[in-house]
């Protein structure tokens, strides 16, 4: 669990009075330069921003939250999974779809934009060392904190994902999980069926596990896709992580907007989480 020390000075705005503290790859602000922003589809697009020290210390399945230059005075920071780090670079990707005023805007922003960062933030993923076969299952832009993941695993594992999307032309990050994972494990479907099953996500899912036992299941997407998920890995005796996108105010643990109810009492989805075991969530 990440533990960010938080102090306050004063200053105008609260999200400027944020100091963090140093715990080595702990959460650090880190203004970050846009190096390249575009839609991939018609609602989906892709933010590639110079931030080395995030690029660095992010592990699969941990966060950024963002404020949008422009719009500090109207809305919150917004928190986005780190879809790639390159720590070589000092870079990082994030996949986002535009929903609301904030992602919008953040669609508009020119290469060289300064963007406000705070991050690597959460638990991330936490698959057993010795997992032999692996099922990844992403919903819409759930997939976003499944590809770092996916690049993890050795050889010797077998990795699966399950990837669904309302419609075909939804389905554009599929292709970069080739990098890491054969053609045949690729499991893709559409509500409507305009690309790969015509089915849900968690029909694909039953199936698989019908066909054979996996070591680990690790899922992010709609929750009620989640709640599903993490009952056909309980039905089938398997460890499984879901990934919790729960609205978020502070994302330093300090607010309780997130607060996700576990075997073990509240815990916050921004510290505790956003990933916790499946079978500890109380749906
Ligand atoms: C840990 C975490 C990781 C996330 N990773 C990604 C990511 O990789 N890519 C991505 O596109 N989005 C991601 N999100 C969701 C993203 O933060 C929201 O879509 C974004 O904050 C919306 O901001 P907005 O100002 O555009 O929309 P708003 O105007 O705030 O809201 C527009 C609509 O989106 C809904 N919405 C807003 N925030 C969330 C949320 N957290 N969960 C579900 N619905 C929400 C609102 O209910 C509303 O209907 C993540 C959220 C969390 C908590
Ligand atoms: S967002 Fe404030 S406690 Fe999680």
Redesign the pocket.
Known sequence: MVNAEVTYRACDSEYNRLELGSDAGGPKQEIGIVIDNGFMAQTIAKIRLSAPYIAQNTRPGQ?VHLRLPGLEAH?LR????V?AADARNGEIQ???????????H?STLPNGTHVDLIGPI?RGWQPPRDAKRVLLVGGG?GV??LYSLASTFTTETEVHLVMGAQSADRLICWKPFSTYITEPCLHITTDDGSAGQHCFTTKAVKDLLEIGAFDYIATCGPEPMQKSVAALAAEHQTFCEV??????ACGIGACLS?VVNTTSGLQR??VDG?VFNAQEVIW
């Open positions: 966060f809305i917004r928190p986005f999974s879809y994030l996949l986002y779809q535009t929903v609301g005023l904030g992602t919008e953040l959460g832009l976003a904190p990934s919790l996108e729960r609205r978020m997130c989805a921004c956003p």
